[in-house]
């Protein structure tokens, strides 16, 4: 007889971990910047907008996959798909994606881990803006230091995972997302009312043609078609697992707006800390990825109280990473108790020694690997990165998609009444010409500008 599957304990507690999921880097680090470089206010509305007509569809398609199946994606496919038919490859692909992307998420998280604890034990105090890019560039070039803070990250996922779904993953994803929800509205207050706050808030929330005129609208609507895309970890199954774990109480639609909505919440309010505070101590909020690790540093340094909030907002962004390693350390744990009939003790030791091993390239590749150079030219990490980002998760999503509503797959009468059991908003089967003959184009879209 098969053993009863753990599910999470509570409606809240789904949501929370789901949104914890998608919550991560991505809102924080790269949505200010990718909205910097193009325009501001019109790209947020864009990107809005490719939630609602993108992102909610296939986050359903995938949380139906795992509530139907009651399995990790490859026991899911196998579950629904036609009898002789090979959809369950897949389910191996988005497994190994989920292993590369934790490969150098990890080594991020323990860039946010490392300067939360820079900021607590007052590194900051006192340097000037040269020594602040030197703190970052130095801890880049000590594979120690990196090693430390990426194995906290991977032992502490670990050993949450190792209490199990509701008294590991639950409890701990519930704690961090009130604390991250409780500092991120601190930290915003606090960035809108700092001097010369206003032009960082009208950049942001007042459309001016005149902001993306440089850029080109088309290409500020790509950049927001694929933010609000990759902004829900859509298409290597990491949400899937979720939809696995819940009850048929509520309406798939309804929860996926949820999930949704926290996650565009905290994107939105990340911008609210970072593009007042820029403009206020004149800073260009356009500054890519060194936006986190150096500029904004340098404005906590010359702000009051500035370790203080230099602190609160590297916690906030340890949370934001933290909840999301632990939701795709569970697809990981979940998959080998499905596929290999393992215990969880047993999948989370395996997995964490794995992980432990995998994740050393990528933060090698900034110092004793800093000479190997992979996809077009890319660093570890990045090529790492072009991968998952790319290649798996639009081309992940595009299957999941056909999976869903065509008869080759599980079936647009079986998807839609998946969806549509339970509480809550209905999803109306009008709208299956839309995902078989227009969504499938705005992927490829994507697709093909992530490779150009």
């Given at each position: 007889m098969e053993k009863k599957r753990e599910g999470f304990g509570s409606r809240l507690g789904f949501i929370l971990v789901s949104a914890g999921c998608?919550?991560?880097?991505?809102?924080?680090?790269?949505?200010?910047?990718?909205?910097?470089?193009?325009?501001?206010?019109i790209f947020?509305?864009?990107?809005?907008?490719?939630?609602?007509?993108?992102?909610?569809?296939v986050l359903t398609m995938e949380l139906a996959i795992g509530r139907a199946s009651r399995k990790t994606?490859?026991?899911?496919?196998?579950?629904?798909?036609?009898?002789?038919?090979?959809?369950?490859?897949?389910?191996?692909?988005?497994?190994?994606?989920?292993?590369?992307?934790?490969?150098?998420?990890?080594?991020v998280a323990g860039w946010m881990v490392a300067y939360f604890w820079k900021f607590l034990t007052g590194a900051f105090n006192n340097v000037d803006g040269d020594q602040i890019a030197t703190i970052f560039t130095d801890m880049l070039a000590d594979p120690v230091e990196m090693t430390t803070f990426m194995f906290i990250v991977v032992i502490a996922g670990f050993l949450v995972l190792s209490f199990g779904v509701q008294n590991g993953l639950e409890r701990a994803?519930?704690?961090?997302?009130?604390?991250?929800?409780?500092?991120?509205?601190?930290?915003?207050?606090?960035?809108?009312?700092?001097?010369n706050a206003v032009k960082g808030i009208s950049f942001y929330l007042l459309p001016n043609i005149d902001n993306v005129r440089h850029v080109?609208?088309?290409?500020?609507?790509?950049?927001?078609?694929?933010?609000?895309?990759?902004?829900?970890?859509?298409?290597?199954?990491?949400?899937?697992?979720?939809?696995?774990?819940?009850?048929?109480?509520?309406t798939l639609r309804?929860?996926?707006?949820?999930?949704?909505?926290?996650?565009?919440?905290?994107?939105?309010?990340?911008?609210?800390?970072?593009?007042?505070?820029?403009?206020?101590?004149?800073?260009?909020p356009d500054q890519g990825p060194s936006l986190i690790f150096i500029i904004l540093p340098n404005v906590f340094t010359h702000m009051a109280g500035g370790r203080i909030w230099g602190t609160l907002f590297f916690l906030f962004m340890t949370f934001a990473s933290f909840s999301t390693v632990t939701a795709v350390f569970e697809n990981l744990v979940g998959s080998a108790?499905?596929?290999?009939?393992?215990?969880?003790?047993?999948?989370?030791?395996?997995?964490?020694?794995?992980?432990?091993?995998?994740?050393?390239?990528?933060?090698?590749?900034?110092?004793?690997?800093?000479?190997?150079?992979?996809?077009?030219?890319?660093?570890?990490?990045?090529?790492?990165?072009?991968?998952?980002?790319?290649l798996m998760l639009p081309i992940g999503s595009l299957i999941f998609l056909l999976f869903c509503v065509t008869k080759y797959g599980w079936g647009a009468d079986?998807?839609?009444?998946?969806?549509?059991?339970?509480?809550?908003?209905?999803?109306?089967?009008?709208?299956?010409?839309?995902?078989?003959?227009?969504?499938?184009?705005?992927?490829?879209?994507i697709l093909i500008t992530g490779l150009i």
């Open positions: 998608a919550i991560g880097i991505g809102n924080v680090w790269k949505f200010p910047y990718v909205a910097g470089q193009n325009g501001g206010a947020v509305l864009f990107y809005l907008l490719f939630l609602v007509i993108m992102g909610i569809p994606i490859i026991k899911a496919y196998k579950k629904l798909e036609p009898e002789g038919s090979k959809w369950h490859l897949h389910g191996w692909v988005c497994l190994a994606g989920c292993y590369l992307l934790m490969m150098y998420y990890t080594t994803n519930k704690i961090m997302m009130i604390g991250l929800l409780a500092l991120i509205m601190i930290l915003a207050v606090n960035s809108v009312t700092l001097p080109g609208i088309g290409k500020v609507i790509t950049a927001a078609m694929n933010q609000a895309f990759f902004t829900l970890s859509l298409g290597i199954a990491a949400m899937e697992i979720f939809g696995s774990y819940i009850s048929k109480e509520h309804g929860e996926a707006i949820k999930i949704t909505a926290l996650d565009t919440f905290v994107a939105f309010m990340a911008g609210l800390i970072v593009f007042p505070a820029c403009f206020s101590f004149d800073v260009q108790m499905d596929n290999f009939k393992w215990d969880r003790t047993k999948a989370v030791v395996i997995n964490c020694i794995f992980m432990l091993v995998a994740s050393m390239p990528c933060l090698l590749g900034y110092n004793v690997l800093s000479n190997v150079h992979l996809i077009g030219g890319r660093d570890i990490l990045d090529s790492e990165d072009f991968i998952v980002s790319n079986k998807f839609f009444g998946e969806i549509n059991t339970g509480e809550g908003r209905q999803s109306s089967t009008k709208l299956l010409p839309y995902y078989r003959f227009v969504l499938p184009v705005l992927i490829l879209i």
